[in-house]
Nanobody, 122 residues
Framework: VQLQASGGGLVQPGGSLRLSCAAS????????MGWYRQAPGKQRELVAT???????GYADSVKGRFTISRDNAKNTVYLQMNSLKPEDTAVYYC?????????????????WGQGTQVTVSS
């Protein structure tokens, strides 16, 4: 199983970016998908999550500005980021809890994407 993230870049304060993360491989089911971020010198923090049923959760710092969504048919999670601030600058990582079939059992693991840089600066 692999997660491939894309969509980062340089944007001015107040601007928008959309991140995407596609899961591929021998996937039986994808449970929770989410986005985390890590700024230089700081610990990785949770940004947003979404369940397979579409329930979402957000860090207080991004509520009202970021929107997480997913396309279950494409095994893809998105993060729409609006009204970006310099403090949103970080490497953004996608995460997914994925169930695979390892005969004769099913196995559930946490998988991470490679990270995509988001820089908010004028």
């Amino acid at each position: 199983v692999q997660l491939q993230a894309s969509g980062g870049g340089l944007v001015q304060p107040g601007g928008s970016l959309r991140l995407s993360c596609a899961a591929s491989g021998s996937i039986f089911a994808i449970n929770v998908m989410g986005w985390y971020r890590q700024a230089p010198g700081k610990q990785r923090e949770l940004v947003a999550t979404i369940t397979s049923g579409g329930s979402t959760g957000y860090a207080d710092s991004v509520k009202g500005r970021f929107t997480i969504s997913r396309d279950n048919a494409k095994n893809t999670v998105y993060l729409q980021m609006n009204s970006l601030k310099p403090e949103d600058t970080a490497v953004y990582y996608c995460n997914a809890i994925i169930t695979t079939i390892v005969e004769p059992r099913m196995k559930t693991n946490s998988y991470w994407g490679q990270g995509t840089q988001v820089t908010v600066s004028s």
